[in-house]
């Protein structure tokens, strides 16, 4: 069984920074490619992020140039830098996974799911 588990999350003011980590048991992580998705309230999940096996990485047009994705496969963990924060990065944030290389950019290419962790910016 898969189990992803995200932190770092919190209330910060624009123009300031956060990191989002997300640990993977079970599984291979090495091998998988990690997404990373957001959600505010009364709207849809949407892409933000995504670091394949060799590291290519995605980002969504909102975040390019602020925000960072990397992992560390001995730590079977997944970052997102947050650099630059503005109000509408406000969400709740989801680290996900999947085995193989289906599209990066939809929820529904992955397998498994972190429970969220909450990043609120003030204006």
Do not use: H
Not at 42 to 60: L, M, Q
């Amino acid at each position: 069984q898969v189990q992803l588990v995200e932190s770092g999350g919190g209330f910060v003011q624009a123009g300031r920074s956060l990191r989002l980590s997300c640990t993977v048991s079970g599984g291979t992580f090495s091998r998988y490619l990690m997404g990373w998705f957001r959600q505010a309230p009364g709207k849809e999940r949407d892409f933000v992020a995504s670091i394949t096996w060799n590291r290519t990485t995605a980002y969504a047009d909102s975040v390019k140039g602020r925000f960072t994705v990397s992992r560390d496969n001995a730590k079977n963990t997944v970052y997102l830098q947050m650099n630059s924060l503005k109000p509408e990065d406000t969400g709740v944030y989801y680290c996900t996974s999947q085995g193989g290389s289906r599209p990066p950019r939809v929820s529904g290419s992955y397998d498994y799911w972190g429970q969220g962790t909450q990043v609120t910016v003030s204006p």
